[in-house]
C-alpha cells in the first residue's frame, strides 16, 4: 500500500478516515478531535509515544504541508492492526504583523476532513514510550493538552491487556479549563472508567485564569502530592513519562527540583531516570 515519497524520500502511506469525533464539549473554546484513520491492507506500525507526519495539502506552490501528530491508539489496539487514531487540536493564529486571525494548515485540514477522505502520512516518528518490565513498577505521567494521547494507550494498556497493575500509576494532567480536560470531560469520558482501580489515581490542573493565558499549574499538583512522587521518583523502577507543549517542562522541573530540595537533588535523580530508560518525553 505504500504510495509515494516526502521530499527527503520517505516512504509515504495512504490512509482513508474512519471517524472523526469531537472530544471538547461544543460549549468549550478549543476544539479538539479523535480521528480514527485505516491504513488499507497493512497493518500500521506506530507505537505509543511516537508520532505520524500528515502530509496536508501544501500552499504558496508546496506540495505538501507536513505536521507530526502523536498517535492517540495504535494499529496493535485494533483486530488486524490496520486502523490507528490521532488526537488533533483545531489550531488559529494571529498573524503578529497584521493581527489577523489565520488557521493553522493541518490541524484545519484534519479537522474539517470528511469520513471517507483519504489522507498521506509519513512515519512512525520518534522513540516509543517503553512499558515497565514488572508490574510491581512505579509509573508517574505528567501532560497537557493532546500529550494525553499516548497516557490514554498507557493506561488502558496496563489495565484492559495487562489486567492489573500492582505499582502506584500516577496521572498529572493539565489543560487550560475543565472542558478541554481530554478523554475526561462531557463529550468523552473514556479514562474515568479507570479511576476505580485501586493503583490508578490522577491529578487535574487547570489554568487560574484562561482567559489572559495564565499556565496551567501543573507543577501545583505535583507540589501537593510531593511526598508520593518523591518517593516513587527514587524507586529504582519508577518510570516517568512526560508529554505536551515545551513550555510545561521548565515549570514541571521546576516543581520537581523544589520537591527534591534542590535543583542539584532533582539533576541527580532524573540523570538516574535517564541513564537507565526510565525517563521518556514527547514535546512539542
Ligand atoms: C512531536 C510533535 C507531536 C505533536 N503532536 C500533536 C498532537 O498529537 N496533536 C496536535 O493537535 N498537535 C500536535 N503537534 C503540533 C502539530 O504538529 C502542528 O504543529 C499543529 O497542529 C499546528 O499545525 P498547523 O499546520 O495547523 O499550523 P501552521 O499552519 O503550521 O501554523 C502553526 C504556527 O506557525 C506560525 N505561523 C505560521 N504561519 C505564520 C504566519 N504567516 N504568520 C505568523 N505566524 C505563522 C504560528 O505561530 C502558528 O501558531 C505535535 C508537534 C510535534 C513537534
Not at 506506530?46 to 506540495?63: D, L, W
Not at 489543560?175 to 463529550?187: F, V
Not at 521548565?250 to 532533582?266: C, N
Amino acid at each position: 500500500m505504500q504510495t509515494t515519497q516526502d521530499d527527503t524520500g520517505s516512504k509515504l502511506y495512504t490512509a482513508t478516515l474512519v471517524r472523526s469525533q469531537r472530544i471538547t464539549p461544543a460549549d468549550s473554546p478549543e476544539e479538539v478531535r479523535h480521528l480514527v484513520l485505516r491504513r488499507e491492507g497493512k497493518a500500521f506500525e506506530g507505537k505509543m509515544g511516537q508520532c505520524i507526519r500528515i502530509m496536508a495539502p501544501g500552499q504558496y506552490g508546496n506540495k505538501y504541508h507536513p505536521r507530526l501528530y502523536l498517535i492517540a491508539e495504535p494499529g496493535s489496539e485494533r483486530d488486524d492492526g490496520t486502523e490507528f487514531a490521532i488526537c488533533v487540536k483545531r489550531h488559529n493564529y494571529i498573524d503578529d504583523f497584521n493581527g489577523e486571525r489565520y488557521p493553522g494548515i493541518a490541524s484545519n485540514y484534519l479537522c474539517d476532513l470528511p469520513v471517507g477522505a483519504t489522507v498521506e502520512f509519513g512515519g512512525p516518528v520518534g522513540y516509543p514510550f517503553t512499558m515497565p518490565e514488572s508490574r510491581q513498577a512505579g509509573i508517574i505521567m505528567i501532560g497537557m493538552g493532546t500529550g494525553i494521547a499516548p497516557f490514554r494507550v498507557l493506561i488502558r494498556t496496563i489495565y484492559e491487556k495487562y489486567g492489573s497493575w500492582e505499582g502506584k500509576v500516577r496521572l498529572f494532567y493539565g489543560a487550560k479549563s475543565g472542558l478541554e480536560m481530554l478523554y475526561m470531560n462531557d463529550a468523552n469520558k473514556d479514562l474515568a472508567q479507570y479511576v476505580y482501580q485501586p493503583t490508578f489515581k490522577a491529578f487535574q490542573a487547570i489554568s487560574p485564569r484562561p482567559a489572559l493565558d495564565a499556565p496551567v499549574e501543573l507543577d501545583k499538583a505535583l507540589e501537593q502530592n510531593a511526598a508520593e512522587v518523591w518517593e516513587m521518583v527514587q524507586r529504582a523502577d519508577t518510570h516517568v513519562y512526560v508529554a505536551g507543549v515545551n513550555d510545561m517542562l521548565p515549570r514541571v522541573e521546576k516543581a520537581l527540583a523544589g520537591i527534591a530540595g534542590s535543583v542539584a537533588a532533582w539533576t541527580k535523580v532524573k540523570k538516574s531516570l535517564q541513564d537507565s530508560d526510565r525517563w521518556h518525553e514527547v514535546l512539542f
